[in-house]
């Protein structure tokens, strides 16, 4: 008789614990769904529209082919100079950083703003090349191939989709659009850019036909 009243006691013990770790677990992922979906309405709306897409991205190109953008994203270790985009003088080098070698740090020479003047350098207090270990070279890339290089987080520095739209805005960037006397300006605005950069990113980043 005195088991028969022993193991209902123990079973009511053995649910109870069961149900608290139910409850336990349905709290945990409920506030993780939680956690998931504000992420999730944060990101951009994706609507995909290839040909929206490749037709803003060609605008795109021709920003990034430009010196003031190509200049910095060199397919060597050496940044580039000029509207033909020559071998920067005296040939400072990437550096594991971007920020240059020994005594050729870019921000000896590169101030946190412009220095007036002609051939004088362009500054930016961040100024500097992408890193050796993510080059995230311009040059030379076929819109093809530079759209894909482009969202790719294993050579686009890790940047998910709110990242990609986000750098339009990057100091870097803007800098293209304020780049010192005697410079050419990129072929269109930064308004048109960075709309038509949004356009192709939020249109599925399609990369045109070709090589
Ligand atoms: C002073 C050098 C410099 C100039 C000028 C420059 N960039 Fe960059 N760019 C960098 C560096 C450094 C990074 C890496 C920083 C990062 O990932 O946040 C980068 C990263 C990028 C990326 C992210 C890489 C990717 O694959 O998505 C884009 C896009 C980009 N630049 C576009 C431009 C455009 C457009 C211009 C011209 C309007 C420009 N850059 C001018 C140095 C430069
Ligand atoms: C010894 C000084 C010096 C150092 C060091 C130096 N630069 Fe320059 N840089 C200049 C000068 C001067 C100019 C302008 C040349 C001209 O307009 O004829 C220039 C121009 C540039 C341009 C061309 C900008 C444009 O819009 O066309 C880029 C890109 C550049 N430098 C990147 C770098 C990077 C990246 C580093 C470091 C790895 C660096 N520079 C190190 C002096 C320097």
Redesign the pocket.
């Known amino acids: 008789m005195k088991q028969k009243v022993k193991i209902p006691v123990k079973a009511f013990a053995v649910i109870g614990v069961l149900l608290t770790l139910v409850g336990i677990m349905a709290f945990a992922l409920h506030s993780d769904e939680k956690k998931n979906s504000a992420a999730v309405s944060k990101l951009p709306v994706v609507k995909k529209d290839s040909i929206a897409s490749v037709k803003a991205f060609k605008q795109?190109y021709t920003?990034?082919m430009?010196a003031?953008?190509m200049?910095?994203?060199p397919s060597g270790d050496v940044?580039l100079q000029g509207e033909d985009s020559h071998l920067h003088t005296m040939l400072p080098k990437r550096g594991v950083d971007?920020k240059g070698v020994y005594a050729m740090k870019?921000s000896n020479c590169?101030q946190a703003t412009n220095t007036p003047g002609l051939h004088t350098p362009?500054g930016?207090p961040?100024?500097?090349?992408?890193?050796a270990d993510?080059k995230?070279i311009?040059q030379g890339r076929t819109p093809r191939q530079l759209a894909k290089?482009?969202?790719?987080p294993k050579?686009?520095?890790h940047?998910d989709l709110k990242k990609?739209i986000e750098?339009a805005d990057?100091g870097?960037?803007?800098?293209?659009?304020n780049p010192g006397e005697g410079r050419k300006l990129?072929p269109i605005g930064h308004a048109t850019?960075k709309k038509a950069w949004i356009t192709w990113l939020t249109t599925g980043a399609y990369a045109p036909n070709g090589k």
Do not use: T
């Not at 290089?149 to 790719?152: C, G, H, P, W, Y």
């Not at 870097?172 to 659009?177: D, F, P, R, S």
């Open positions: 795109v920003v990034l430009s003031r953008c200049n910095c994203h940044p971007g870019c590169h362009p930016n961040n100024w500097h090349l992408p890193p993510m995230m311009f290089q482009l969202i790719d050579q686009n520095g940047k990609l750098h990057d870097l960037v803007l800098a293209g659009w990129p850019f």
